[in-house]
């Protein structure tokens, strides 16, 4: 069974910095893109970042550029993402999610998102 | 990366269709056939219903489809069911190895 889990959520300051950890099972994990994405209290859903099989290549939302960063273990099946300078608007549940490609172009291309993990919860406030 | 646009709710009665609509731009839903669809139910995680604009997961009921006009994405419920209302998604794949969603739709099942 494909499982993801997050861990690392919780309540931290504006300003404040905190990591966020997805483990992964079921599935061949390096043949993935891999990506986070949150959703806000009572809010859509919201695209985060994505981050190639082998780490090489990293894209964010424009918001959150330069402030957190997407990494990948893939020995140990495990997604992070790493949050620093935390904004109220941050406040969020993070989805850890595989995501398959197409092959576009040339190019194997990020294209849809299954499964998505439980969900954990940032709350960022003083 | 403006948030695609969907109607903000939808609703029917059993039995009848329904159609979600999800506008883009031709920097995104206009240039590539890579819309997918996830359902949500509250407190729960997402789940694909459609992908690369008209393709059904395993497992997904027939009575879901998907198709794209220009910038237009559409997500057709036939045979509406007490089962099916929740709140529905649409993403894009929008160029540099970037997605973005639009901002959901909550189906009522009248």
């Known amino acids: 069974e494909v499982q993801l889990v997050e861990s690392g959520g919780g309540l931290v300051q504006p300003g404040g910095s905190l990591r966020l950890s997805c483990t992964a099972s079921?599935?061949?994990?390096?043949?993935?893109?891999m990506s986070w994405v949150r959703q806000a209290p009572g809010k859509g859903l919201e695209w985060v970042a994505n981050i190639k099989q082998d780490g090489s290549e990293k894209s964010y939302v424009d918001s959150v550029k330069g402030r957190f960063t997407i990494s990948r273990d893939n020995a140990k099946k495990s997604l992070d993402l790493q949050m620093n300078s935390l904004r109220v608007e941050d406040t969020a549940v993070y989805y850890c999610a595989r995501v398959w490609d197409d092959f576009l172009s040339g190019y194997y291309t990020p294209s849809w998102i299954d499964p998505w993990g439980q969900g954990t919860l940032v709350t960022v406030s003083s | 990366q403006s948030a695609l646009t969907q109607p903000a709710s939808v609703s029917g009665s059993p039995g009848q269709s329904i159609t979600i609509s999800c506008t883009g731009t031709?920097?995104?839903?206009?240039?590539?056939?890579?819309v997918s669809w996830y359902q949500q139910f509250p407190g729960k995680a997402p789940k694909v219903m459609i992908y690369?604009?008209?393709k059904r997961p395993s497992g997904v009921s027939n009575r879901f489809s998907g198709s794209k006009s220009g910038n237009t994405a559409s997500l057709t419920i036939s045979g509406l069911q007490a089962e099916d209302e929740a709140d529905y998604y649409c993403?894009?794949?929008?160029?540099?190895?970037?997605?973005?969603f639009g901002g959901g739709t909550k189906l009522t099942v009248l």
């Open positions: 031709s920097s995104d839903v206009g240039s590539y056939n890579l």
């Open positions: 690369e604009g008209s």
């Open positions: 079921g599935f061949s994990f390096i043949s993935f893109w």
């Open positions: 993403c894009s794949y929008a160029g540099s190895n970037t997605f973005v």
